[in-house]
């Protein structure tokens, strides 16, 4: 694999957390629920 092709796949992944993201925020905003995430070594609940 070559350093063009390693680059080009960082990118896609990192294009595809994005999406999930974006669409996890969605959800979450659509069905009104907690968005629950690890802040500070501490377990938090967001209203998005």
């Known amino acids: ?3 063009k092709d390693r680059i080009k796949l960082k ?3 990192l294009r595809g957390l994005e ?3 974006k ?4 959800y ?3 069905n009104n629920e907690d968005l629950i995430i690890l802040q ?3 377990i938090v609940r967001i209203k998005p």
């Open 11 to 13: 990118e896609n992944l």
């Open 23 to 26: 669409d996890l925020l969605a």
């Open 1 to 3: 694999m070559t350093e």
């Open 28 to 30: 979450k905003k659509r």
């Open 19 to 21: 999406k999930s993201y």
């Open 40 to 42: 500070n070594d501490q």
